[in-house]
């Protein structure tokens, strides 16, 4: 057998104490683990968090700073910002599976060289190498996570045992203790979501397990060294608020880990496509034009610097994510209702957005002036549409893309409205367009039909022309 502590290294694991001695493995600390592990793969320049985009110079430099310094971390960001996957991905970190005393009767995952409950004291004291049997406890189990909101002291650190004390064990023993969640991740990584959310009793409990190493229950301590990792997750706006956090606990945090929200569209763009986990194709494909990608990601650009939407409480990457699945489905109604293949999403379909949005969208109630989700909602479509349009006017002409229009022409819009509806209305398709939108236009019904939507709603949006809206059809007006 090898000396590697990573379980798939070794032919087979072993069984017993004996065994385990004799393979070479050897005992380390959850930080010193995953501090080797993650140098390694950092030399190898293996990928330490696939899938979190836009934060290779900025969030990831300062968590692989406390990787390396061997820090407990606090993920300080507004919702939505990828905090909990990041801690969930700390998994990586660990080896495949490390070996602990399976003893019946003992709380926790116990290494097999340095036991630290009384149950497996006396029994390594009591029996030979042979004799105590070896578990492999792995990676993926080895993670816990708790919501603070409504998390209770017993919950977490651990509570009296009636039972045990009917049974004649002393209050003052560990014997008399219930492990709570912590004591039992012994060993591996616990993380806190919404620390400042957390009951203040439960947080010097934290406090005691990370600098005490001690456990203190209705005032009788118990002494056991605790080896594990420790994660939280805070928003700023509770964090730093006075009395939200002990001092005493803030202090005892190696990092703090600032988050943030994509900082170019097509980032958003690129975080959308690979968490909303839609297919486009099937029965009834759905064709989405990039110029709608960015309407749709601007109009979560233009929330977060809203002055009608709460901003420390922040707009979640679910926000796009939720919407852009909602826009497909409309697209892919129309397209089973009206035979359309493929059907192509139109700015029609960003009317069923309300659903999809009601409810990640916190007002600030001192700047919304009492205006109701949906008009903020309608205003935040308006404002992405306009600065998305100007951006393709800037680049091709405001003229050349407008002058397909005559005065005194109405053209109606709607997620159920045939494309050859819009065909119909406009004739011929300005070069331009094919340019400005990279798609095809000209030669497909479906795609022009997206291309005026978007046009006239950038037009609108310019004050260039005027709209009514009437049963869920929207007619755009050439005066």
């Known amino acids: 057998m090898t000396s590697s502590n990573d379980a798939t290294d070794v032919p087979s694991r072993p069984v017993n104490l004996k065994e385990l001695k004799e393979s070479g493995w050897q005992s380390r600390s959850v930080k010193q683990e995953i501090q080797e592990n993650f140098i390694r793969m950092l030399a190898a ?19 692989h700073l406390a990787l ?16 909990s996957r990041m801690m969930r991905m700390m998994v990586r970190f660990l080896d495949e599976a490390v070996p602990y005393l399976n003893i019946p009767g003992c709380p926790v995952h116990e290494d097999p060289y340095h036991p630290i409950t009384s149950v497996a004291k006396n029994f390594v004291a009591s029996h030979g190498d042979e004799e105590i049997p070896i578990a492999w406890w ?18 977490v650190i651990g509570e009296i045992d009636p039972a045990k004390l009917a049974g004649g064990v002393s209050m003052s023993t560990e014997e008399a203790l219930h492990f709570g969640l912590i004591p039992r991740m012994h060993r591996g990584i616990f993380a806190m979501n919404e620390l400042p959310e957390l009951d203040e009793l439960v947080q010097v409990g934290l406090f005691n397990m990370l600098e005490e190493r001690d456990v203190q229950i209705r005032g009788y301590p118990v002494n056991f060294d605790i080896d594990l990792v420790l994660l939280f997750s805070a928003n700023p706006s509770t964090f730093n608020r006075s009395g939200k956090v002990i001092p005493q606990l803030k202090d005892r945090i190696g990092s703090v880990i600032h988050t943030h929200y994509p900082r170019q569209r097509d980032l958003g763009i690129q975080i959308i496509e690979q968490e909303a986990g839609v297919r486009l194709d099937g029965d009834y494909p759905v064709v989405m034009p990039y110029f709608m990608k960015e309407v749709l990601e601007q109009v979560t650009e233009a929330a977060r610097r809203s002055k009608f939407v709460d901003q420390q409480s922040g707009v979640s990457a679910r926000f796009s994510i939720a919407n852009y699945s909602t826009v497909i489905a409309s697209a892919r109604h129309r397209g089973i209702l009206l035979n359309e293949k493929p059907a192509v999403v139109r700015l029609s379909d960003f009317g069923h957005i309300y659903t999809s949005s009601l409810g990640k969208l916190e007002l600030d109630m001192m700047g919304s002036h009492q205006m109701s989700e949906r008009q903020v909602l309608d205003a935040l479509i308006a404002e992405a549409v306009g600065t998305v349009f100007q951006e393709y006017i800037q680049e091709h002409g405001l003229e050349q893309i407008a002058e397909i229009f005559q005065k005194g022409i109405k053209i109606e819009v709607g997620d159920l409205l045939p494309s050859e509806h819009y065909s119909e209305r406009l004739k011929r398709v300005p070069p331009v367009w094919d340019r400005a939108f990279e ?15 978007f046009v006239l709603a950038g037009l609108y949006a310019l004050d260039r022309i005027s709209r009514a809206q009437h049963h869920g059809k929207i007619t755009y007006e050439f005066e």
């Open 45 to 63: 320049e293996e990928e330490t968090f696939p899938g979190m985009v836009g934060y290779e110079d900025t969030v990831l430099p300062e968590i």
């Open 68 to 83: 390396i310094a061997g820090h407990d971390m606090l993920f300080m960001g507004e919702k939505g910002q990828g905090k």
């Open 138 to 155: 792995p990676r993926e189990e080895r993670y816990a996570e708790r919501l603070a909101p409504g998390t209770k002291f017993a919950d």
């Open 439 to 453: 798609v095809n236009a000209s030669e497909n019904p479906a795609m022009r039909a997206s291309c005026v939507e």
